[in-house]
């Protein structure tokens, strides 16, 4: 009880609370040298880096940089014509449509629904010394790095305040004046560059951002993350040029074979192929989640999971689109064959073409309101979607692969996301 007291004591009294200085780097009230702004209009769009001396080119005159510079978000401004354009900083998602790009992005809306998937929650540092490893997360497949900025937005607020220092060019903070790669710079670079790299040992939380193109992986780094924002979510980073079986390999090297990841993302062609060797990788109770643009690449990845037996379990597979808020979930798996006598067969079909006469008449009833009908379905195990029986050539105890949304029966678009938790190894 006397512990209590005190700790309410404490909470209401009337000493000043110590208050953390704000990085005057990322503060965002104004517009400032370098920043990267949305030009609301009839054709909105992303501007250049802000300098001075330049200006924004319209078919109807120009704004000067100079005057942007400085100004508030949410103004509007008039080109040296007397037209009117609001100006302001871009979201997250208005960003990764509009920035460009050298791959197809995983657009906003999709990276949100993957990354919460993960439901990651981090805790801020305290002045006490953490004992705990870090946590760690791969991003295999970097592309656009429009899921690196996700995941990085996620975790940054684990690590500890940014060094209040100039920024540096991407990629910078992780050279070390000890390692030699700065010979030839200045005493102040070399300082700069030791004080970024003691910060980064001390992260409590870091994304790991491999593709195996250099191409794409400079441009998500360079371009992409480090033009968001002054480049906020950009120390949360490393970006690594590697293949991810390497990468892996190398990691695990390092580290004595121990795991470290407590989330795993996929992008990449073919990512069955890669879950034997990450799996290795990842910490018990991790998860890994696979986004891929079609449903037989999830069946790809269940049937290597069944084949080599790795420890993973099937959290859910989702479909994402247009129109679809929060994922249509799937019913992806193996199951075993199972005969069937003839009787049970007859009434089987016969109740299966009365479902389908009965959503013809639904969809015919309400095709005039919206061409993408979905008619309602309860998931019946007797249907023969993906199944086959031993009169196929097979036993009654071949796996074969169940594949089919839980609810409806007609898709649109969009691509999938299966989730998997990582168990105890056998």
């Not at 006397?2 to 009294?13: G, M, R």
């Not at 910490?283 to 891929?292: G, R, S």
């Not at 643009?293 to 989702?318: H, Y």
């Amino acid at each position: 009880m006397e512990s209590i007291v005190k700790a309410l004591q404490a909470f209401t009294s009337t000493a000043p609370l110590q208050r953390l200085s704000r990085n005057a780097r990322f503060d965002f009230s104004h517009f400032a040298v370098g920043d990267r702004v949305y030009v609301d209009g009839k054709k909105p769009r992303l501007s250049k880096p802000l300098q001075e001396g330049e200006k924004l080119d319209f078919s109807n005159g120009f704004i000067l940089h100079d005057d942007i510079i400085g100004a508030r978000p949410g103004q509007t401004f008039k080109t040296n014509k007397g037209y009117q354009y609001r100006i302001e900083y871009p979201d997250l998602d208005t960003y990764i449509s509009k920035v460009r790009r050298k791959v197809t992005p995983v657009y906003g809306s999709y990276a949100t629904s993957i990354v919460s998937l993960f439901d990651i929650h981090v805790a801020p540092p305290t002045s006490v010394e953490d004992s705990q490893e870090p946590l760690e997360i791969l991003d295999a497949g970097t592309g656009h790095g429009s899921v690196t900025l996700h995941l990085s937005r996620a975790i940054q607020a684990a690590n500890p305040p940014l060094p209040d220092l100039e920024p540096q060019p991407p990629g910078y903070p992780g050279k070390s004046a000890s390692d030699g790669s700065l010979e030839g710079s200045s005493s102040v670079d070399e300082e700069r560059a030791q004080v970024w790299h003691d910060w980064r040992q001390s992260r409590r939380a870091v994304v790991h951002s491999v593709e195996i193109s250099p191409v794409y992986s400079k441009h998500a780094e360079h371009k992409v993350v480090a033009g968001f924002r002054r480049g906020l979510y950009l120390p949360h980073i490393d970006f690594h040029i590697a293949n991810v079986n390497d990468w892996i390999d190398g990691q695990l090297g390092q580290r004595k074979l121990e795991s470290f990841l407590s989330y795993v993302f996929l992008d990449m062609p073919s990512s069955h192929r890669y879950l034997q060797k990450v799996v290795n990788a990842m910490k018990e109770n991790a998860l890994i989640a696979v986004f891929v643009p079609s449903i037989t690449q999830i069946c790809d990845c269940v049937q290597e999971i069944n084949a080599n037996s790795l420890p993973l379990r099937m959290e859910k597979t989702l479909e994402l689109g247009e129109g679809i808020s929060n994922g249509r979930m799937w019913n992806v798996r193996l199951a075993s064959k199972r005969a069937r006598d003839p009787t049970e067969e007859s009434s089987m079909i016969h109740r299966r073409l009365g479902d389908e006469d009965k959503a013809l008449q639904e969809e015919t009833d309400t095709q005039s309101e919206i061409s993408s009908t979905t008619t309602p379905q309860e998931e019946d195990s007797s249907l023969p979607l993906l199944e086959a029986g031993p009169e196929d050539g097979g036993t009654s105890n071949d796996p074969v692969m169940i594949c089919r949304p839980k609810v409806g029966e007609r898709l649109i678009g969009g691509g999938f996301v299966a989730l998997w938790r990582r168990t105890a190894s056998q």
